[in-house]
């Protein structure tokens, strides 16, 4: 007699550990509200790094990234063609216009939080506004997969209807960045599963009370193709056209999906 495969599940946190969780996030929250009062015309991203780890540590948690595989810095600081692992540096002056994706770490008490938003400089021109706002509305419809019962593409599925539904909602052309996408994450910053933003429903393994992901579209306005640039970091879009990050840890819970990550 032959015995049935237990379906795989994504591994459980308990609440008192989300609890925990939930306070790495919150500091990863508080240093994405203080990066962004600290970004302005003039200001490099270097700078706005200085903040970010200022903030962490005096909350008396670590910055992830730091040292991350070599990662020189405490946030990402993607500013427009570029997607996502942008490293703080000097060189990059922020100006009126730019829209700055800030990707955040922060370990407490050996928990970890990660959690990502894009904003602009100023004002931003009318299509990389709707860009971002669809990006962000994206993130919120797609989290709601984050369900007990479900599977993991559920959450992918859920994100590539919605990104398809907000070309229409905000009037733009979006494209889902190919080969880049969410994590598991708890006790280190990437834990198995990796989480695809496009896909189809029904897939993987099973999503149970008190799993965790970290979720997080990629969106740009004119292509899904992307490229590493010789610093083994930096990834930007192959056309150059502009794209927008927005990510939260979210946990499934019995009550829903619950936002790790929350910036007040």
């Not at 599940?9 to 994405?32: F, H, N, S």
């Not at 970004?39 to 903040?51: C, H, I, M, R």
């Not at 946030?75 to 990707?103: F, Q």
Request: charged share 20%.
């Amino acid at each position: 007699m032959g015995f049935r495969k237990k379906n795989k599940q994504i591994a459980a946190k308990t609440p008192g550990e989300l609890d925990a969780m939930q306070a790495a996030g919150e500091i990863v929250g508080r240093t994405l509200q203080a990066v962004k009062a600290a970004a302005k015309p003039g200001v490099s991203t270097l700078e706005l790094d200085q903040v970010a780890e200022a903030t962490i540590r005096d909350a008396g948690a670590i910055p992830t990234f730091l040292g991350y595989n070599g990662f020189t810095g405490s946030i990402c600081a993607s500013v427009n063609e570029v997607i996502v692992h942008g490293i703080p540096n000097a060189a990059t002056i922020l100006k009126e216009g730019d829209l700055v994706s800030i990707d955040c770490g922060a370990t407490f008490d050996g928990w970890v939080g990660d959690s990502a938003w894009s904003f602009g400089i100023g004002e931003l021109a009318t299509d990389v506004d709707k860009l971002n706002r669809a990006t962000e509305w994206v993130l919120m419809e797609g989290l709601k997969a984050m369900i007990p019962g479900n599977k993991l593409t559920d959450v992918s599925y859920a994100l590539e209807q919605a990104t398809w539904a907000a070309e229409d909602k905000f009037d733009v052309e979006l494209h889902i960045v190919d080969g880049y996408g969410g994590h598991g994450i708890g006790r280190t910053m990437h834990e198995d599963p990796y989480l695809a933003n496009e896909g189809r429903p029904g897939r993987g393994p099973i999503i149970q009370e008190g799993s965790v992901l970290a979720i997080e579209p990629m969106l740009t306005l004119g292509t899904e193709d992307s490229r590493v640039l010789d610093d083994d970091w930096t990834v930007v879009t192959l056309d150059g056209s502009w794209s927008a990050h927005w990510e939260h840890t979210v946990a499934a819970t019995a009550q829903g999906p619950r936002i790790l990550t929350p910036r007040f």
